[in-house]
């Protein structure tokens, strides 16, 4: 049987890496390929914790994309976890897909991933993301002082917020991809269960809602999830633990307004995401340090299989 007919009956199926500094819409990026919020997005630093697979699946290609945390120096056991995860999404990719803004400068920590990434036995591209903020002379410029690094195989210029320019990020990724079975159906998009995410969704809210009134020693855990089908009603309970007292009474809120906030918007969005009703419960609950616990790590979720 030839090549060609062997080709025919495969898909361009592989596994991409997405790699980049916090904050230049790796996550968002993400959400955009797939067509749906499979990880959370926000403006602070060490928004996404674990590497999350995006599926994105059409009639011919299935491309598992893989978001990683941001790269920054650990200063717990938590970063300690967050960097191992970073190292571990290049182990079995097919593409590397660096994210780089609209900043008209090359910085030290964009350096330092080009640096990581220059040597790597797979292809590499470059996506400037938010080229909506640029003009068309900036845009040309950026591109060039990239291409002139002569680190990436293709530059592609988008902009993930306003979807601009993904067919083309989408057709070039698939130029990389291997011939081969598919890994999933056609219809998943994400290898995240449900408590997962919705732990994640109301974590999000938390960085929404409480800005930079508290740090990122905050986690989520899922004591309760039923599907009551014939209510249409899905309902949850979720723990919130966080570091300090005084951090406890930051995220309830005078006369929990704040808490009530953040379980109304998650709730909100949980609805729209599974399409049922949600009835959500809330708590707080204070673990003194757990970011340097490696117990508490594990219980959180935030492990890494080897």
Not at 98 to 120: A, C, F, P, R, Y
Not at 133 to 143: D, G, M, Q, R
Not at 264 to 272: D, F, I, P, S, T
Request: proline residues 2%; positive net charge.
């Amino acid at each position: 049987m030839s090549d060609l007919i062997n080709k025919n009956e495969l898909a361009k199926v592989g596994f991409v890496t997405i790699v980049g500094r916090p904050n230049v819409g790796k996550s968002t990026l993400l959400n955009a390929i797939v067509g749906e919020k499979i990880s959370i997005t926000s403006n602070k630093a060490q928004t996404t914790r674990s590497r999350i697979k995006g599926i994105y699946n059409d009639t011919d290609s299935q491309i598992i994309f893989l978001d990683t945390p941001g790269v920054q120096k650990p200063k717990n056991k938590l970063g300690e976890y967050m960097e191992s995860e970073f190292k571990l999404s290049f182990q079995g990719t097919d593409l590397i897909m660096m994210i780089v803004d609209e900043t008209k400068n090359i910085g030290s920590t964009d350096k330092q991933l080009i640096e990581n990434i220059k040597n790597s036995k797979v292809p590499r591209i470059l996506v400037i993301n938010k080229i909506d903020l640029l003009k068309n002379e900036e845009i040309l410029e950026n591109i060039k002082m990239y291409d002139e690094l002569g680190v990436f195989d293709d530059i592609i210029p988008i902009s993930a917020g306003k979807n601009r320019n993904m067919d083309e990020l989408i057709k070039t990724v698939k130029k990389y991809m291997p011939y081969s079975h598919k890994y999933y159906g056609d219809d998943i998009s994400t290898d995240q269960n449900n408590k997962v995410l919705i732990s994640e969704i109301i974590r999000e809210k938390i960085l929404l809602y409480l800005e930079q009134e508290i740090p990122h020693g905050v986690a989520v855990e899922i004591e309760k999830l039923t599907d009551n089908a014939q209510k249409d009603l899905i309902e949850i309970s979720a723990v919130i633990y966080c570091e300090k007292q005084s951090h406890k009474k930051i995220i309830i809120g005078k006369n929990g307004n704040k808490l009530k906030g953040i379980g109304k918007a998650a709730r909100v969005e949980l609805e729209n995401i599974f399409g049922a009703k949600v009835f959500l419960q809330t708590w707080v609950k204070v673990k003194e340090n757990w970011r340097d616990n490696a117990n508490y790590i594990k219980n959180f979720g935030y492990i890494t299989e080897k």
